[in-house]
């Protein structure tokens, strides 16, 4: 018996749901609201359906498109910096360099600035190769101004990411010494290993208390961050993947929350760092994300 195409493509539609939004439980909501949909259609019509992958991608973008509009009022009253939800992700995903850097906190933040129509085609075409004539039908847009609108979208994201490509091995070894330096607050440490123009931001969502401004340059930032031995005498942290690279989480905080860290190393050094507290963003950071293209 064939495998269902819903089944088949899951984890593809949830990648794309996730890309689209940076939210893994919108993203799971997404593809429920699509396997409802393709539940219910008549088996004689599924047969008739002649690529069943696109077909499902298309129903997972306009139901990722929809949550996305409706999410700019929310995003506007957000209290303090909104960041993706992190995903706990597997060693196969880090070894996917594609795959890896299309889930990267450093992509998601840069894909946060497009606007809605923009996100969608620029996921759909440059992450998972959709051909345009498949988006246009997505996003209900002639091809012509899809075709547009990926080029306008490839070259903002082109202007914002990351210009180097760092190995996993290099990543590793700059986050293990900056993990190191943290856990004994050592400042020099840090300072060594934090790019000069450094910049941390926190989201803890009004519930978990973070800093509710970025905070730039390698000085600032290494004494916030050396004070976290006084923390709480619990505290520990916990090296783990995270959206397909080397971070961390933070546990037995005194506050109760916990917290998860991720990075965006260049040139040898840290550039950025993520920490997310929002304890609604940390749901689904226990289980390993079904991640694929």
């Not at 696109?54 to 209290?79: F, I, S, W």
């Not at 989480?249 to 929350?257: A, F, K, M, N, W």
């Not at 190393?265 to 994300?289: C, F, H, M, Q, T």
Request: proline content about 5%.
């Amino acid at each position: 018996m064939l495998e269902d195409p819903f089944v088949a493509h899951r984890r593809l539609l949830f990648t794309v749901a996730y890309e689209m939004l940076g939210s893994a439980a919108e993203a799971e909501d997404v593809v429920q609201d699509t396997w409802i949909r393709w539940d219910a259609i008549a088996p004689e019509g599924r047969a008739e359906v002649r690529d069943p992958r696109a077909y499902l991608v298309r129903m997972t973008t306009r139901k990722a498109l929809d949550r996305l509009r409706a999410n700019a009022r929310r995003r506007e009253d957000y209290v303090g910096e909104w960041l993706p939800e992190p995903l706990l992700t597997a060693p196969d995903v880090a070894e996917d360099v594609e795959l890896a850097e299309s889930v990267s906190f450093a992509m998601l933040t840069v894909l946060e600035t497009l606007g809605p129509t923009e996100r969608a085609v620029f996921v759909l075409r440059e992450v998972f190769d959709v051909p345009y004539g498949e988006i246009a039908q997505a996003v209900e847009k002639s091809e012509a101004a899809v075709r547009q609108i990926a080029h306008r979208a490839r070259e903002h994201v082109a202007a914002r990411r990351p210009r180097v490509a760092v190995s996993r091995d290099e990543q590793q070894e700059v986050v293990e010494r900056f993990l190191a330096a943290v856990s004994g607050g050592d400042l020099q440490g840090l300072l060594d290993a934090l790019a000069p123009d450094v910049v941390m931001v926190a989201d803890g969502g009004g519930i978990a208390q973070a800093v509710t401004n970025p905070v730039a340059g390698a000085k600032k930032v290494a004494n916030l961050l050396r004070t976290f031995p006084k923390f709480g005498a619990g505290a520990t942290i916990v090296p783990v993947l995270l959206n397909g690279a080397p971070g961390a989480r933070i546990v037995g905080l005194d506050d109760g929350h916990e917290t998860a860290i991720l990075f965006t190393v260049e040139d040898g050094r840290i550039s950025r760092i993520y920490a997310v507290r929002n304890p609604e963003k940390l749901s689904s950071i226990d289980v390993e994300a079904a991640l694929g293209r």
